[in-house]
């Protein structure tokens, strides 16, 4: 049954579709609000154009703040810090380290002819049958009933105020030695059990023993395998005996360290070579024809974007621009190898200059931080400083172009997203208007059928020949 929509009780509109007129009234209203709709559906399409874009300037933005960071750690006095290196010919047997801020630089030969050792005792383990004591060295261990090797062992190694650590052999062997190293005599852990849950096996019992080495043929001795004393400001860590000759340790002088200074360019380099990327990318890609278009592929926000070529044409320019005041030779990124590189094939210019990226001549670089380490600290300073800031004009948050840009955006959005409120609220009062105006002629229409149908059962039901003209009878 087709119907119409009629008043419900608490005023709002039961729809009940063409019960009067026969027409689908929810499928009119629905059509014609569709049309309606048309500058809403618009201005949704220009919104998400609005947020690509933002976000396509965001992910600029955040490329070229990384970029500033790293450009900016160039000229930080840290990367620069004079360090001594110290390298050993056998590390295994003789290892080396700086221990001070200093040490003293040269050749050293090293010989290990015996190494440190700590004093051991061993003794076999018998369960005791009763609680009792025993004294190691002067400090008590407690023992229950029926302890084990193995809790005896966790209860001397736990106490932080024993001289002794013990091992466990197996279950009835146990190792005692002293915690440090070094030469004891003859004297050394004395154990006192009077319940005999200790015996010892006197014929295994090692003395401590001294370090023996010698230093550019100078003996010397140590209680313990590391020596922080035997080379001024240099920590030795002997590690095995040198039947085949000295270890030689070698101590540089203090220097810029090149493998930290060209890391730090490296990481440089990869990050704008990284923004350079994605800038090229955003510019290239062309948009799709039309809004509705575009909605559905937001890609090339940023095409052929005129401030991104004035940044990309900066950067390409910094690289070759001599810094004012500095010796030519040392004035610019290119003076250490770095640069758009070479050209390749018949063509003067190479894919990376093309592009704007960067690559490096390690070796080019490694030559400049060994040979000129202050002029390369002095124009990477100044060369960072003006990079960094340059870049901060586009990128820097609340104060680039890029954060205004952004901001726009941001703004646009709120005004188009209170624009699509508006226009919602009113076209939900035009629908229901349409729906009152469809369910009163519904209604009305209802009652006009109602009526017909009422005035064609009255006729039906008159008498017949009622309806008009004259009855013909007989006369007489």
């Not at 003859?186 to 023996?212: C, H, Q, Y």
């Not at 770095?338 to 094939?345: I, K, N």
């Not at 100044?382 to 840009?405: C, D, H, M």
């Amino acid at each position: 049954m087709t119907t119409s929509a009629i008043g419900a009780a608490n005023g709002a509109l039961m729809k009940i579709q063409g019960l009067g007129s026969g027409l689908k009234t929810e499928e009119i209203i629905s059509e014609l609000m569709s049309i309606e709709r048309a500058p809403i559906t618009r201005l949704q399409e220009e919104q998400t154009i609005n947020h690509a874009q933002q976000t396509a300037l965001q992910g600029i933005q955040t490329d070229l703040l990384s970029l500033a960071l790293t450009s900016g750690e160039l000229k930080s006095p840290a990367l620069f810090q004079q360090t001594q290196a110290v390298t050993s010919s056998e590390s295994s047997r003789v290892g080396a380290s700086i221990s001070g801020t200093g040490a003293a630089i040269g050749g050293y030969e090293v010989e290990v002819k015996q190494l440190a050792s700590a004093a051991q005792r061993t003794f076999a383990f018998k369960s005791p049958t009763a609680e009792e004591s025993m004294t190691i060295d002067g400090h008590e261990v407690k023992l229950t009933a029926g302890e084990s090797i193995s809790e005896l062992v966790s209860s001397i190694n736990s106490n932080s105020e024993a001289s002794v650590y013990a091992a466990a052999l197996n279950s009835e062997t146990v190792v005692l030695s002293n915690r440090a190293t070094g030469n004891t005599g003859s004297s050394f852990i004395e154990v006192s059990d009077p319940g005999g849950t200790l015996t010892e096996k006197a014929e295994t019992a090692k003395e401590g023993r001294n370090a023996e080495y010698s230093i550019n043929g100078v003996a010397g001795s140590s209680a313990s395998n590391t020596l922080t004393e035997a080379i001024p400001g240099v920590t030795l860590t002997l590690g095995a005996l040198t039947p085949a000759g000295p270890v030689t340790i070698n101590v540089a002088p203090p220097a810029a360290e090149v493998s930290k200074i060209a890391g730090q360019i490296k990481t440089f380099v990869k990050q704008h070579n990284t923004a350079l990327e994605a800038i090229n990318k955003e510019m290239s890609t062309k948009p799709a024809i039309g809004v509705r278009a575009q909605a559905e592929d937001t890609a090339g926000r940023l095409f052929g974007d005129s401030e991104l070529g004035n940044l990309l044409a900066t950067m390409r320019q910094a690289v070759y621009t001599p810094i004012a005041g500095l010796p030519e030779q040392m004035s610019s990124l290119a003076s250490i190898g770095v640069s758009t590189g070479a050209a390749s094939g018949s063509s003067p210019y190479s894919q990376s200059a093309v592009e704007g990226k960067l690559t490096i001549d390690e070796s080019t670089l490694e030559e400049a931080i060994k040979s000129k380490p202050t002029e390369v600290e002095k124009m990477l300073q100044q060369w960072g400083a003006s990079f960094e800031k340059t870049i901060n004009t586009y990128a820097e948050p609340g104060v680039g172009t890029l954060a205004s840009r952004i901001s726009g955006t941001e703004s646009e959005s709120s005004y188009i997203t209170q624009q699509i409120t508006t226009l919602s609220e009113s076209l939900a009062v035009r629908q229901q208007a349409l729906e009152a105006r469809y369910v009163a002629l519904e209604t009305a229409m209802s009652k006009i059928s109602s009526q017909g149908s009422w005035l064609t059962k009255q006729i039906a039901a008159l008498p017949s020949g009622s309806a008009g003209g004259s009855s013909t009878g007989t006369l007489g």
